[in-house]
């Protein structure tokens, strides 16, 4: 730097290093906790799982910050926030789960509320009534994730993990069954029922079984699934027999399900594959009929009493049944007729015929079974309507021979064939009671009252004068006895009286003569040869 000469008394500037920054020890524990704090909130934010939201229709025991949400008894989840939904009709529970168990959330797991229920099929829930209620879980099976859930009412009554099938049946109605119904296999519990609703048409039910496993290899695509609640009462030749699948079925309802034998075991049945549910067991394990005759009847009598299903019979054996009452308008006659449609089953009819080529034809081939038919037709074959029950008023179609019936034709150029008919016996005897009545009105009852009358009055008149004759008569004809009896008395009184001598000389009289026919009747005996020639002479 150049000297100054003007400013000798100004002071020089001197050049002076820079001065260090220095960190206070009393900063340092708010730093490490702020580093900490970070950590554990990083942490926390790593291993938290998500949120999810469950909407119930109730919501018993639930409470925010209390309540869990368990898998297998272990918590994996809490309970945050208890609200109502938008339209105030269900309830909105959200719940926080573990990051460990977000895979359990996919599309189709299910929760419900865990609590004490008691039931027909048993109680569930006891453990409940100390821990208080949890919301349960089960895992699906599908790969989609999901965080909004629609929770069950009841817990399901099979879990997805558990070993065996689930199979669908289709039933007209679904009668005494319900969720938790027991399924049998030759009268072992195998399985029950998860679940059942409508068909989309509405025309039946769809039931869900589920067959544990081992069982569920014995259901193969010929199996029969039927209704085995209740008591399944027969009289037969033996009594009276009752069947009876358990005392649970009878109370809460059941299902069953065999394979016929002569059926084989069948290809195994694929996972929920559709079965039929039929109404008993013999309804089910009936053979099903593939040769068919169907025919219409035509009566001239009430059809009540007589419905869909109703069996034909042949001489008291069933061969066929009923699949169509109604009626039918008839254009030549101008009117409205009773109309019955029937099928006959030939293989039932050969099953209570001892086996015959002939008759084995006659029932399969089309012409055999026209001239069969024709001919039975001829000798009165017809068809009548009969009471199978006297109390409730069922009836049936027999088939029988009538030889007096009227003669008949079969036209086979009509669909279906029609079977000439008789009326039944209830008719038969309603229109002879009908004759009856009429002829008795015809009758000139009133004439016959009138005459009835007059002859009642002039036997009255004659019986008052018989009495007065025949009273003095009587009388005079008892007096005439009284004096015989006199006179017989005195006649036979005293010892040496002649009646009592002459009385005891005939019967003297008549002591020989038996004892003379006594002593011929020996002879005779001795000597049965005297009758042709003789008594023999006897030898001085």
């Known amino acids: 730097m150049t000297e100054n000469t003007d400013l000798p008394n100004v002071p020089e500037a001197a050049t002076a290093p820079g001065r260090r920054w220095r960190v206070s020890v009393v900063w340092i524990v708010p730093l490490v906790a702020a580093i900490v704090a970070v950590g554990i909130a990083v942490q926390r934010i790593l291993m938290e799982g998500p949120t999810i939201t469950i909407v119930f229709n109730r919501t018993e025991g639930i409470e925010e910050g209390k309540t869990f949400v368990k898998y297998k008894e272990v918590n994996i989840g809490q309970v945050t926030k208890v609200e109502l939904s938008k339209d105030f009709r269900k309830v909105v529970v959200t719940a926080r789960i573990d990051r460990s168990a977000e895979g359990l959330l996919v599309e189709d797991t299910r929760f419900w509320i865990e609590q004490p229920r008691a039931t027909l099929s048993g109680i569930t829930g006891i453990g409940t009534l100390l821990s208080g209620n949890y919301i349960g879980l089960e895992p699906g099976k599908a790969k989609e994730g999901r965080r909004a859930f629609t929770g069950l009412d009841v817990p399901p009554s099979v879990t997805f993990d558990e070993p065996g099938r689930r199979f669908v049946l289709q039933a007209a109605t679904l009668g005494s069954i319900g969720n938790g119904s027991p399924l049998y296999y030759r009268k072992l519990n195998v399985g029950q029922v998860v679940g059942y609703d409508l068909d989309r ?8 079984v589920f067959v544990r496993a081992p069982y569920d290899r014995h259901v193969t695509d010929r199996t029969r699934f039927w209704q085995a609640g209740g008591i399944d009462m027969t009289i037969g030749a033996d009594g009276l027999s009752v069947r009876t699948q358990s005392v649970l079925s009878m109370l809460i309802g059941g299902i069953a399900f065999e394979t016929p034998p002569p059926e084989g075991d069948g290809a195994p049945a694929a996972e929920n594959a559709v079965f039929a549910l039929f109404g008993s067991r013999m309804e089910a394990l009936a053979s099903p009929e593939t040769i068919t005759t169907p025919f219409v009847l035509y009566f001239s ?11 034909v019979t042949y001489m008291g054996l069933a061969i066929g049944e009923v699949t169509g009452v109604g009626f039918e308008y008839s254009q030549e006659k101008n009117n409205v007729r009773p109309r019955v449609d029937i099928v006959i089953y030939p293989r039932r009819f050969l099953e209570h015929v001892k086996k015959s080529p002939v008759m084995d034809a006659a029932t399969r081939t089309g012409p055999e079974r026209r001239n069969f038919i024709e001919n039975a037709v001829e000798q009165g074959f017809r068809a009548q309507l009969r009471s199978a029950n006297l109390m409730t008023g069922q009836r049936y179609v027999s088939l029988d021979l009538f030889p007096g019936a009227p003669r008949a034709t079969i036209d086979w150029t009509k669909s279906p064939v029609e079977m000439p008919v008789v009326p039944s016996d209830l008719q038969d005897l309603e229109t002879k009671i009908r004759d009856i009545l009429a002829k008795i009105e015809q009758m000139p009852l009133d004439d016959l009252g009138r005459d009835l009358k007059k002859l009642v009055g002039t036997m009255d008149g004659v019986l008052k004068r018989i009495d007065g004759e025949t009273l003095t008569e009587i009388g005079t004809t008892l007096e005439d006895l009284r004096l015989l009896l006199v006179h017989i008395d005195a006649a036979l009184a005293g010892k040496d009286a002649p009646a009592q001598f002459q009385l005891r000389e005939a019967l003297q009289e008549i002591i020989r003569a038996a004892r003379g026919v006594s ?13 042709i020639r003789g008594k023999a002479q006897e030898k001085p």
Do not use: F, K
């Not at 048409?201 to 869900?208: A, P, Y």
């Not at 009598?301 to 069996?311: F, I, M, Y």
């Not at 002593?519 to 009758?531: H, K, M």
């Open 201 to 208: 048409n509405g025309r039946s039910v769809r039931i869900e």
């Open 301 to 311: 009598e009430s059809l009540r009493g007589l419905a869909v299903g109703a069996p």
């Open 519 to 531: 002593g011929l009747t020996e002879y005779l005996e001795r000597n049965p040869e005297a009758l």
